[in-house]
């Protein structure tokens, strides 16, 4: 099964301000560790490599290709 990249969440801008509410009053560096830890839970819950594989490359060409923009 392939990553799937259409929309596929409920409610987006919602799920979107708790995200972000999430990290108020944080300092960077605990910005940065929620973001990690929660990116370590949702990839356990997904646990297949190939799609983990996927969107790990496909996030760092996203970002590669956004900087040099």
């Given at each position: ?12 801008d919602a799920f979107y301000e708790e995200l972000i509410d ?48």
């Amino acid at each position: 099964m392939p990553l799937n990249r259409q929309p596929n969440i409920a409610e987006q801008d919602a799920f979107y301000e708790e995200l972000i509410d999430a990290q108020r009053d944080l300092n960077d560096d605990q910005a940065d560790m929620m973001l990690a830890k929660l990116v370590l839970m949702l990839a356990n819950h997904i646990g297949d490599r190939a799609i983990l594989s996927e969107a790990i490359q496909l996030a760092r060409a996203n970002t590669l290709a956004q900087r040099n923009a």
